[in-house]
């Protein structure tokens, strides 16, 4: 089952008509108003044929929860998810490995500059 971060929605906050395409947006992270311009120009060369398929997706499509993301930056980090869930999960991997880093450093500055320390730890090994 999907978490209700990665589904698309019609976004009826942002909406013209019906949301579609402000939730394609959203769900992309692309600005509505390319998405829209998009839609409108496959709209003309396809003849009006995008049309019923709008209203369809705004019938089928769900409204997006008023309290979906807590703030902007959770915003475009789940927008990043849906674009490339591989490299977000790259991403976080390289930030658990600096944090760790980071802590073996800490660690290694208070043990080497504790002698008391250091020889406790000994003892328990």
Not at 30 to 57: C, E, H, K, S
Request: charged letters at 25%.
């Amino acid at each position: 089952m999907n978490s209700p971060r990665t589904t698309l929605y019609r976004d009826k906050q942002n909406a013209k008509l019906m949301g579609v395409c402000s939730g394609i947006a959203d769900y992309t992270g692309v600005n509505a108003l390319w998405v829209r311009l998009g839609f409108l120009g496959l709209t003309f060369f396809a003849g009006g044929m995008t049309i019923p398929f709008y209203f369809l997706a705004g019938i089928l499509l769900n409204k997006k929860p008023p309290h979906l993301y807590v703030d902007r930056e959770e915003q475009q980090y789940w927008q990043r998810v849906r674009q490339s869930p591989k490299r977000t999960a790259r991403e976080i991997r390289a930030r658990m490995r600096d944090i760790d880093r980071r802590l073996a450093d800490v660690e290694t500055y208070y043990v080497s500059s504790n002698p008391r320390l250091t020889a406790e730890i000994e003892r328990l090994r």
